[in-house]
C-alpha cells in the first residue's frame, strides 16, 4: 500500500502517551505505524480501531533497544505506507525506586537503551528519509524530571537529560535539511508508568506531589497527544529545538 497521505511512526503506541499520540495523528489524517513490544493484542486493536474510523494503521512489533529492530520498523513502515514524515520516540521505561548507589550496573545500562539508545537508533533509521524529502519532524518524549531532578530516578532522570541535548543538538544539525526536532517534558500523567510511580511513593506522599503542581491534578494522555499534534503541524513551522513543558504550570515538589 503507498499512498500521498503523510505518515507517522510511533513507539510505545500500543498504551498510555503512544497509543493516544497515534490515535490523535490517525485522527488528523496521517497513516500510522503502531509501534509496540509486548502488548500485540492492545496495538491491533487500536489499529482495528483507527481503520474502522476511516484512518490507515498497521502494528509493528519492534524492540527499540536493538538497532535492527529499530531499522527494520522503518523499514516496514515505508513498505506498508510509502512515506515517512513524522517520528514519535514515545517508547520509554521508568524505572523502582533506587539510589544511584544500589543501582545495578544492568538496569543503568537497559535504562539508557531503551530511553536514550532507542530515539537514537530510530532517527538514524528515519533521517535518510527525511533528509531526501527536505521534510520530517522528529518529537521525542522527555520528562520534567529534568527540572525535578528527584532522589531514586537517577537512571530514568540521566536517560531524559540526554533526550533533551539529543533533541537541541539534532536541531542544529537538521533544521537545515527542512527537518524540525522538538521534546516534550510531561509532568505526571496517568497511565501505567505513573501508576508504578504512585505505587512506590505510596499514596499520600504521590497525592501530595500532585496537589503542588499549579493545577493540582495529573494530566490525561491526550493533554500530550494534543502537543504533539500542534509540533508536527504547519501551525508549529518555527519550532525546533525546543523542550516544551506539559507540565500543569510546574515540576512540582
Ligand atoms: P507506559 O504506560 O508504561 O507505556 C509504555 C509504552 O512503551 C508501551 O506501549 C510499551 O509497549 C512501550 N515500550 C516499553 N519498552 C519498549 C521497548 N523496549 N521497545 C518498544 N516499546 C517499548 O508509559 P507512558 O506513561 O505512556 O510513557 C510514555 C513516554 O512518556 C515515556 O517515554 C515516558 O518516559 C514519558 N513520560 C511519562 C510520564 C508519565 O507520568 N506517564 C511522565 C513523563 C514522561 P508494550 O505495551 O507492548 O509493552
Known sequence: MSD????????????????????????????????????????????DKISAGGGAARAFRANVSDPAECARLVEGALAAFGRLDVLVNNAGISQTGVPIADLPAEDWERMLRINLSGPFYLIKAVLPHMRQRRSGHIVNLSSNVTQ???????????????????????????????????????????????????ALMGPERADAFVKSIPLGRTGRPEEIASAVRFLVSEAASYLTGQVVYVNGGGPGG
Request: positive net charge; aromatic residues 6%; charged residues 20%.
Open 148 to 198: 525535578r531532578f528527584p532522589a531514586t530516578y537517577g537512571a530514568y532522570t540521566v536517560s531524559k537529560a540526554g533526550v533533551d541535548a539529543l533533541t537541541r543538538v539534532l536541531a542544529k544539525e537538521e533544521g537545515p535539511n527542512g527537518i524540525r526536532v522538538n521534546a516534550i517534558a510531561p509532568g505526571p500523567i496517568a497511565t501505567d508508568m505513573f501508576a508504578q510511580a504512585r
Open 4 to 47: 500521498a497521505r503523510r505518515t507517522a511512526v510511533v513507539t510505545g503506541a500500543s498504551r498510555g502517551i503512544g497509543r493516544a499520540i497515534a490515535q490523535a495523528l490517525a485522527d488528523d489524517g496521517f497513516q500510522v505505524a503502531v509501534n509496540y513490544l509486548t502488548r500485540d493484542l492492545e496495538a491491533r486493536e487500536l489499529v
